[in-house]
């Protein structure tokens, strides 16, 4: 009889760890240098952004994105000062709001992968569905990626970012 139950449990553990290996489910990260900076589970619509200071202009700038079909896409962007290099016609709708200026449903698909670098003083922020914030260190690579992850590795990460 124990070698049964034995034999079950053992099975039991077996199939479950399979499973954990074998299920993908989608996610967003955002590494840098090799290392999983956050790990949030997908979900088509979500919004994040990323925010800076502008070097020369030393204004906040901010790219919006949002997660389609998979694939990350420009929502739109907000800034202070309207100047050189800065194109008058990107998007559908521009105008001022709170001493910002807006260019809205832009819908630019990037794709599965968005390269950032940041700069010695820019103060580069990753915003993620507005309540989560992540500074990111000066003069480094950034990637934010759209992937499957199997099931154990999404739980490893989640869990290994959210104590930092």
Known sequence: MKLKII???????TIGFLLLVV??????????????????????GAEFSIRWQHSVEKED??????LKNK????SGTRFKTF????????????YIKDGWVYMTEINRV????????????????????KDTTLPLKA????QLTVKNYSLLYSLKEYITAKMR
Request: aromatic share 10%; charged share 25%.
């Open 110 to 129: 990037i794709g599965k992968q968005l390269s950032i670098r940041s700069g010695k003083s820019t103060n580069h922020r990753f915003i993620y569905e």
């Open 23 to 44: 299920i993908e489910v989608p996610a967003l990260t955002v590494t840098s240098e090799g290392e999983t900076q956050a790990f949030f589970p997908y979900k088509d």
């Open 83 to 94: 100047g050189a290099g800065v194109p008058n016609d990107t998007g559908e709708d521009t």
């Open 71 to 74: 694939e990350i896409e420009l």
């Open 7 to 13: 034999g079950a449990l053992t099975s039991m553990l």
């Open 139 to 142: 003069n480094r690579s950034y």
């Open 61 to 66: 700038w901010e790219e919006m994105f949002v």
